[in-house]
């Protein structure tokens, strides 16, 4: 990241820190900003079914393996930043396997396109710098609903930014290389949003209301995985979508 964007990315990153106090007493879903909040999810839904609503089914035409590599790539790409985090977080085995399946996946796995490390059981140790944000104890903050983002908290927002700031594919990694990565964790967003369709076109389009469904199932499945709420608590459409959040 340039020198000008990091100047400007950090105050923003202390603001939202600052303003990650915990929820008042007996609020599970601190929603100060719902009306903005509201605003932006509406446009969100206009946005999706602009895209995913057009395209239809059209994902289906495009060949599967030719799908799961681009999946495989952008996440491959994002390897480096969850061992940072790691690291961070004490995590070492976790760490330690996010490295492994790097090495592996860049030189066998052709770059990344291939998964061997998954083949013999190295699987991805999902983590951001929210996470880390919550071992280190900051606290969740109010939710958010970012626009084209999506659902979010002060503090996974504040997490975001850190992970663009941080990443150690952008300081070593060449230009081509940084722009193949950056485009295929779109096209691996995208092409895990049309492999999920169904099942978040019922929160989107089929709930009475869509932003309070997506809100809860959103903050219950980032606290599993935060290990603050029990397992039967969470059932997440979004969790390949938004679960890196």
């Excluded at 699987?123 to 919550?134: I, K, N, P, Q, V």
């Excluded at 594919?169 to 492999?195: C, E, F, W």
């Amino acid at each position: 990241m340039s020198e000008l964007p990091l100047r400007l990315a950090l105050p923003t990153v202390l603001v939202l820190l600052s303003a990650c106090a915990p929820a008042p007493d007996g609020v599970t879903v601190h929603d100060p900003y719902e009306e903005q909040n509201r605003r932006v999810h509406e446009f969100n839904k206009a946005i999706d079914e602009r895209v995913f609503g057009q395209l239809g089914g059209s994902g289906e035409s495009i060949d599967p393996e030719l799908k799961q590599t681009v999946v495989n790539f952008a996440d491959n790409v994002a390897l480096p930043g969850m061992v940072l985090n790691g690291l961070l977080q004490a995590d070492i085995g976790g760490a330690a396997t996010n490295t492994m399946r790097f090495l592996i996946n860049t030189t066998v796995g052709v770059g990344g396109l291939l998964d061997p490390a998954g083949a013999i059981g190295l699987t991805e140790e999902e983590t951001d710098f929210g996470e880390t944000l919550a071992v280190w104890n900051f606290p969740e903050g109010a939710y958010l609903e970012l626009p084209i983002l999506g659902p979010s908290t002060e503090r996974a927002f504040a997490g975001r930014i850190v992970d663009a700031i941080i990443d150690p594919l952008d300081s070593v990694g060449t230009r081509p290389q940084k722009d193949y990565g950056t485009l295929s964790t779109l096209a691996g967003r995208a092409i895990k949003r049309d492999q999920f369709g169904d099942t978040i076109d019922s929160v989107l389009r089929d709930s009475a209301d869509s932003y309070a469904q997506q809100r809860l199932i959103y903050l219950q499945n980032r606290r599993f995985e935060l290990g603050t709420t029990p397992e039967s608590e969470s059932v997440d459409p979004y969790d390949e979508l938004f679960g890196d959040q």
